[in-house]
């Protein structure tokens, strides 16, 4: 990177902090929350070790359940609202649970494929997830999320580019625990939480943990005894053991079963391309929110399975040596019955209508780390080794549900989904075998002749292996298959300084990489190769006054190499093709949090990003044309605000306030679409009474409501030239009534 590219980013990032508005401390951890002065400390584990947020030399943000709690974060789809700026998360097309997650500028549009990768690594309790389907299924109990922006393939590995998002959840207390919730809300929503810790017996402690949640559609469907849209049901059953064998060896063995099973995402008809003398009469443009759809058609549920074991021994040495080892065994199946209500279908008389899209993804996954953690002398180290082995398949049928009549103004429903004639069945249907094997390590060298200097370096070995083949194209079998093989090393350097116990900046360089693989939307199986991104970031981290301010900022830029660009058949909307692009792309970016406590019981916080993406010229595989690749769902600015108060304690109990607002500016949603999606800002709020005595328990009420102003925008618009424009609208204003009591 330039110098004078760097220098303008730190500048930049100087004037944001001076600019900027505080608002809530979302990192305020429930033990520390009685205490009403001073910005609470957050543990997390970004570097494999605990150690304090602010002692950790980059770019992070650290979620505690309170402040999930707060934001109102109970899922994965819940930051579709923006809640994390950093994080960009969007539907694929209609499809309920099958989410694209993404970090600066670095965002997938199709994830749902067996044989493609992320660009941000998820992990719960250090088990990485292969796959994004599922990821709707709510959170169980967590103790906090940490958000890593930036690469992160030292440590992390593979699929990292944009960043990593680490779920760690509560291990049993040992003590006999009851916290159970319960709540109500609009379109008919229902919920219950219970989380139970028994009793220690013999070093052996148990947790079990349970929820239920089910909501109407925010859409109604027309045709009677068929589902709504975008109604939600599920439920997941979790239980944890703890075998604490002596003072410094334990085993934690954790399983957990889930079930979703939601319906599809009401698809709005934004434009057309097609004449009027072929729309049917009972369609309309959409300029806003309907409650009814156009026309009644089946609504299929979307059935979610996800099953895991972990076993997680730690042996503790003392400072000079702990020893972790993570087993993991997960499995997955992802049913989805996607309905585009003619969005997205050529009309006309006798024509087929109410394309009824079938996507599933079965996957099984075992993951073995192996960590050596410890202290010798002025130095800090973390070595392991990583195995990883995911079998996974996916197939595709594009279905119908119906016919236009020949007038034109209803349909004909068949007694059954069925495929358009002469389609045979499936579509297509793909299986692949990865194997990734890793060896890693870290070492920070902080030199007692030189107080507050601290030299970081890692480095990570990756070879991996994915084999995959196409098993069906239109129901036949071809003789297509493909082969990717990768060894490289990613390194890692850091350079933080402790400028007071309370102020430290530093600089860093890393490397991380996107695995390759093949395109099952491919009329020909065209494989790919990896992507490659390497950046440069600066920070600095304060607490000043006391802890009575925070102010964390960080400035990157970044190289994308190799990057991996699809392009639709014009002439089949099913048939994309991948290629790694020769030009490299340029991300760069500014990243700032800023938290305030100016009297006792007041928090304000704010969270600001901003993302200079600029387009990166491709020449179409399909029309040779050169077309400017744009970064998906990455707005240049998008910030969070919140004021959190606790009110003094009234004799009765607890009173508690927040409001936040999540905004962002507009961006383009895909490749398919030539405008951008409108600019969103987003009000939600939580009034809480708490800790109300009775009869020796501690209830809680509250009052929640999100997009207080009912505010709509395009979170997902997909265009088929000569066809129509398919539009998905964030949720609409929700509130709701929530009890919770803890004994």
């Known amino acids: ?87 960009r998360t ?76 680490s779920i760690v959840t509560k291990k049993p207390s040992g003590e006999m625990e009851v916290d159970v919730r319960a709540g109500i809300s609009n379109y008919r929503g229902r919920s219950m939480a219970a989380h139970v810790n028994l009793p220690e017996a013999a070093g052996l402690s148990f947790k079990v943990d349970g929820l239920i949640e089910s909501r109407g559609g925010l859409v109604q469907n027309p045709l ?46 934004t434009a057309t391309d097609q004449s009027a003398a072929v729309r049917p009469s009972f ?75 079938y996507a599933r993804v079965d996957q099984d996954q075992f993951s073995q780390e192996l960590q050596l953690i410890g202290d010798a002398g002025d130095f800090k180290y973390v070595f392991g080794g990583y195995y990883f082995k995911e079998n996974g398949a996916d197939t595709a049928t594009v279905f119908s549900a119906g016919t236009l009549n020949a007038t034109n103004n209803g349909i004909t429903l068949f007694p059954a989904p069925t495929a358009d004639a002469g ?11 990865i194997k990734s094997k890793a060896l890693f390590g870290q070492a920070t060298w902080s030199p007692s002749s030189i107080a507050g200097l601290h030299l970081t370096g890692g480095l990570r070995y990756t070879d991996d292996e994915k084999n995959g083949r196409l098993t069906f194209i239109a129901g036949a079998v071809p003789n297509l298959s493909f082969n990717f093989a990768s060894s490289r090393v990613d390194p890692m350097a850091n350079l933080a300084y402790d400028f007071s116990e309370d102020i430290t900046a530093y600089v860093k360089w890393s490397r991380a990489y996107r695995a390759g693989g093949a395109n099952t939307r491919s009329s020909i199986l065209r494989p790919f190769g990896e992507e490659e991104l390497t950046a440069w970031e600066i920070g600095m981290k304060a607490d000043l006054f006391d802890r009575r301010a925070r102010i964390n900022i960080a400035a990157y830029d970044s190289k994308l190499t190799g990057q991996q660009v699809d392009f639709i058949n014009p002439a089949f909307i099913s048939n994309t093709e991948t290629v790694n692009a020769p030009e490299k792309r340029k991300v760069r970016g500014v990243e700032l949090d800023v938290t305030l ?89 939580r009034v809480t009474l708490g800790d109300i005595s009775f009869l020796d328990n501690d209830l809680e009420f509250a009052l929640w409501g999100k997009n207080l102003t009912n505010t709509r925008y395009n979170l997902f618009d997909f265009r088929v030239a000569g066809r129509n424009t398919a539009t998905q609208y964030n949720d609409p204003r929700t509130y709701g009534f929530e009890m919770r009591a803890r004994f």
């Open 224 to 269: 009677a005894g068929s589902k709504d849209y975008t109604e939600i049901e599920k439920y997941g059953f979790k239980i944890t053991g703890l075998w604490q064998i002596a003072d410094n060896f334990s085993l934690l063995y954790a399983w957990d079963l889930s079930r979703d099973n939601p319906t599809s995402n009401y698809q709005y008809i």
């Open 1 to 87: 990177m330039k110098y004078k590219q760097f220098a303008t980013l730190a500048y930049l990032s100087a004037a944001s902090a001076a600019m900027a508005f505080a608002m809530p401390a979302w990192a305020q951890d429930d033990k520390e929350k009685e205490s009403s002065s001073g910005i609470a400390e957050i543990v997390v584990t970004a570097q494999k070790r605990e150690e304090n947020v602010q002692d950790t030399p980059i770019s992070i943000v650290a979620l505690t359940s309170d402040a999930l709690d707060q934001k109102g974060v109970n899922s994965i789809n819940d930051l579709f609202t923006g809640a994390i700026p950093s994080v």
């Open 423 to 433: 389609t045979r069945v499936p579509d297509r249907a793909a299986e692949v075998s």
């Open 283 to 357: 369609i309309t443009l959409d300029t806003g929110r309907v409650r009814t759809a156009r026309i009644g058609v089946p609504v299929l549920e979307n059935p979610q399975r996800a099953e895991g074991h972990s076993v997680t021994a730690e042996w503790d040495l003392g400072n000079a040596l702990t020893i972790r080892s993570i087993s993991a065994w997960r499995k997955l199946a992802s049913v989805q019955w996607d309905q585009d209500v003619g969005a997205l279908t050529t009309w006309g008389p006798n024509r087929r209508f109410s394309r009824l899209s």
């Open 90 to 165: 969007a539907p694929f097309v209609g499809r309920a649970s099958a989410v694209s997650i993404g970090m600066r500028g670095l965002v997938p549009v199709d994830a749902t494929q067996v044989t493609r990768d992320p660009t941000v690594g998820i992990y719960i309790d250090g088990v990485y997830l292969g796959r994004v389907s599922g990821l709707g299924m709510e959170l169980s109990d967590v103790e906090r999320i940490e958000v890593l922006r930036g690469p992160q393939g030292t440590l992390f590995g593979r699929n990292t580019i944009g960043g990593a998002i």
């Open 597 to 685: 406590a100016p009297v006792d019981g007041l928090l304000l916080s704010a969270n600001y990003v901003y993302t200079d993406a600029p387009t990166t010229p491709v020449r179409n595989i399909f029309s040779g044309a050169i077309e400017q690749i744009r970064a998906n769902f990455t707005p240049k600015h998008a910030a969070t605000f919140a004021v959190d108060y606790r009110f003094p304690r009234f004799s009765f109990g607890q009173l508690r306030a927040n409001m936040n607002l999540d905004t962002a500016g507009n961006y383009y949603a895909n490749g398919t679409v030539n405008f951008k999606a409108e600019k969103a800002m987003l009000l939600g709020g």
